[in-house]
């Protein structure tokens, strides 16, 4: 089992920056995929970006080139370095993940993911 928890969520003006952690414990070793999703109410979770053990990453195109997941496996943490942020990105984000190595056009889907967080509110102000 994985316990996953999200942390570096609050208030921010739009065209600024924000940091989102996601601390993983538990059997860590087995961790393959991270990913971080998002969910506004009465829409479909959105899978944003994934990050495997090699440290490879995949972006979904709404957050491409302001968006960057990283990784610290040593400390066991997941990060969303979010930029340029835009009201549009208010949700609750999520950090997930998995043991299985999928292929790369299904690290996105919310369907592929075993552990999750509880969530993190980020709302961006015009």
């Known amino acids: 089992q994985v316990q996953l928890v999200e942390s570096g969520g609050g208030s921010v003006q739009a065209g600024g920056s924000q940091r989102l952690s996601c601390l993983a414990s538990g059997s860590t070793d087995t961790i393959y995929y991270m990913a971080w999703f998002r969910q506004v109410p009465g829409k479909e979770r959105e899978g944003l970006a994934a990050?495997?053990?090699?440290?490879?990453?995949r972006y979904a195109d709404s957050v491409k080139g302001r968006f960057t997941i990283s990784r610290d496996n040593a400390k066991n943490t997941l990060y969303l370095q979010m930029n340029i942020l835009k009201p549009e990105d208010t949700a609750m984000y999520y950090c997930?993940?998995?043991?299985?190595?999928?292929?790369?056009?299904?690290?996105?889907?919310?369907?592929?993911?075993?552990?999750w967080g509880q969530g993190t509110q980020v709302t961006v102000s015009s």
């Open positions: 997930a993940a998995d043991s299985r190595p999928l292929p790369w056009w299904f690290v996105l889907n919310k369907n592929n993911y075993a552990y």
């Open positions: 990050i495997d053990s090699d440290g490879n990453t």
